[in-house]
């Protein structure tokens, strides 16, 4: 079936600088997408969606693009600190579902000192 | 804290032996789900309760596997006869949606991690 995937397993960035975690997506039909955060031995914890009637989110020191051409989500972490080294999953479903979402396998973030 | 609880955090038992694992949601959530999450993996959806209707189940729901929501509340996920396979973390979450009404994100607790011996 398809499923959302993200392009590097792995990222590392220096402390302040900006992360950028990418995220493709094969089914046209989603509409819906969310960003999560988890660290070790914790469920997912939400951090952003954006819906597909929109290109560009923005909450607290992070930013969701939304490119529906070439199905790309991306996650923008402004200054990142060391707090934000976790795994993050992108998430996607669609309007008439039951809400259930496909996740993809995730990209730690690795945030040197 | 009024986010999602599960209990217990963690459960070792073993191969044969039944499981039951319960989840309470965010309280004026009407949607609730179970997820199995694999080490490396992102979770991967099991079932669906809208309320107490129990809505969609995946084909990865065995017969082993039951999943109960009697009073639109908490949850309970039981599985039966447990395999080393079934070695992973349960997580539930919870949303505000019906079918008029756009996705909602959904919130996770911290899941169950299994262990079978």
């Known amino acids: 079936g398809e499923s959302v995937g993200l392009h590097l397993p792995t990222l590392s960035v220096q402390e302040g600088d900006n992360s950028i975690i990418n995220c493709a997506y094969s089914?046209?039909?989603?509409?819906?997408f969310i960003w999560y955060k988890q660290e070790s031995g914790k469920g997912p914890q939400f951090i952003i969606d954006?819906?597909?009637?929109?290109d560009k989110r923005q909450g607290q020191r992070v930013t969701v693009l939304l490119n529906k051409t070439v199905k790309h989500l991306s996650l923008q972490i402004a200054a990142t600190q060391p707090g934000d080294s976790a795994v993050y999953f992108c998430?996607?479903?669609?309007?008439?579902?039951?809400?259930?979402?496909?996740f993809g396998q995730g990209t730690t973030l690795q945030v040197k000192p | 804290d009024t986010g999602v609880s599960q209990d217990p955090r963690h459960k070792i038992t073993k191969r044969g032996q039944n499981v039951t694992f319960r989840c309470d949601p965010i309280?004026?959530?009407?949607?609730l789900y179970w997820y199995r999450q694999t080490l490396g993996q992102g979770p991967e959806f099991l079932t669906y309760?809208?309320?107490?209707?129990?809505?969609?189940k995946s084909r990865l729901l065995s017969d082993r596997f039951s999943a109960e929501r009697p009073k639109g509340s908490f949850s309970t996920l039981e599985i039966q006869r447990t395999e080393q396979g079934d070695s992973a973390m349960y997580l539930c979450?919870?949303?505000?949606?019906?079918?008029?009404?756009?996705?909602?994100?959904?919130?996770f607790g911290d899941g169950t991690r299994l262990s079978i011996l």
């Open positions: 998430a996607e479903t669609f309007s008439g579902n039951t809400g259930k979402l496909i």
């Open positions: 309280s004026e959530h009407n949607r």
């Open positions: 309760f809208q309320n107490e209707a129990q809505l969609e």
């Open positions: 954006i819906r597909s009637n929109m």
């Open positions: 979450a919870s949303s505000l949606g019906s079918g008029s009404v756009s996705n909602q994100p959904q919130h």
């Open positions: 089914n046209s039909a989603s509409d819906y």
